[in-house]
């Protein structure tokens, strides 16, 4: 059988078209199924396809249901409000759980949420507060690209990253990053990967702040050199 799936709005430029036509060795197919073709034809679109949903006859689908040839079908974005923002910056304190939500997933079968806190004490010397200053819109496009590193690397895995500016007090958070994946070895990897490669290439800056002075920080491993992918398998 032949079918076809009318896409819409960014789904059409992520895609580059507006109907996905799949002709299908067998009668019928599961909404499941389907979704897996569509993320198998385009790998490289796993993390925005995950949340989307089919309309099957203009009615939402569970992933259980059948579709036909004669069936209407629609792969639905989420809609307006609707859609988590992946990557954030923000002046606010950073809810861990809402990050880690973002990254939630059916098939996945492991998740962790990366925190990174102020430290008061580093080699002996006591920080009061940290500030932080980000060139905002490349800061979040290069966080968007160490999330299609990510998949590239380790496909089918998802990630979030809020990092936060301005003042951040002892023991609070100034990034959290969530990642989950179907198995729990390539989320460990990819966590650590997010974090050092956020550190390498994201422009956001570090002003530490102590009981007689501060302190803007740079790369503090080794020469920098954004263009570097990071040594972890």
Known sequence: MRIHIRLFAG???LLGTSVLTFDIDQDSISIEQLKQLIADRYPHARAQLAPCFIAKNQTYANEQELVTESDELALIPPVSGGQPSYYEITYDTIDVAEVTSKVNHPDHGASIAFIGTT???TYGQRTVL???EAYEPMALKTMAAIGEEIDQRWPGTLCAITH???AVAIAEASVVIAVSSPHR???YDASR???ERLKQMVPIWKKE???DGSEWKGSQTGPWNPLQTPEIQ
């Open 193 to 195: 990967y997010a974090i």
């Open 119 to 121: 430290r008061e004490m």
């Open 164 to 166: 936060r500016l301005g």
């Open 130 to 132: 940290l500030e932080y």
């Open 209 to 211: 702040i102590w009981e």
């Open 185 to 187: 070895a390539s989320c």
């Open 11 to 13: 789904l059409v430029d």
